[in-house]
């Protein structure tokens, strides 16, 4: 069983950064790969970026590529976000998950999901 707790969302203007921490319960977070989604009003659950077991893969959708990181620290069952040149485009709810498997931009993928935390972006 793992817990995930989001947190460092807010208002930033466009441009800005932000640096989202998930902190993970339970002595086998390094075992997880883990991802970042986000949902907008109205729309799906879309994928962020995703990082393996050892932090050696990471992945990204396109729309982010070149502007937020993802990076773990295993000692301190923590996964990040470092989200820099933030755009309004960017705002939603930001999820983080744990997949026991290999990380994948598929939300059916991931055993385990945090509560969010919300990220605005105003222009």
């Known amino acids: 069983q793992v817990q995930l707790v989001e947190s460092g969302g807010g208002l930033v203007q466009a441009g800005g950064s932000l640096r989202l921490s998930c902190a993970a319960s339970g002595r086998t977070f390094s075992s997880y790969a883990m991802g970042w989604f986000r949902q907008a009003p109205g729309k799906e659950r879309e994928f962020v970026a995703a990082?393996?077991?050892?932090?050696?893969?990471?992945y990204y959708a396109d729309s982010v590529k070149g502007r937020f990181t993802i990076s773990r620290d295993n000692a301190k069952n923590t996964v990040y976000l470092q989200m820099n040149s933030l755009k309004p485009e960017d705002t939603a709810v930001y999820y983080c998950?744990?997949?026991?498997?290999?990380?994948?931009?598929?939300?059916?993928?991931?055993?385990?999901w945090g509560q969010g935390t919300q990220v605005t972006v105003s222009s």
């Open positions: 990082i393996s077991w050892s932090g050696a893969s990471t």
């Open positions: 998950a744990a997949d026991l498997g290999s990380p994948s931009s598929r939300t059916d993928e991931y055993d385990y």
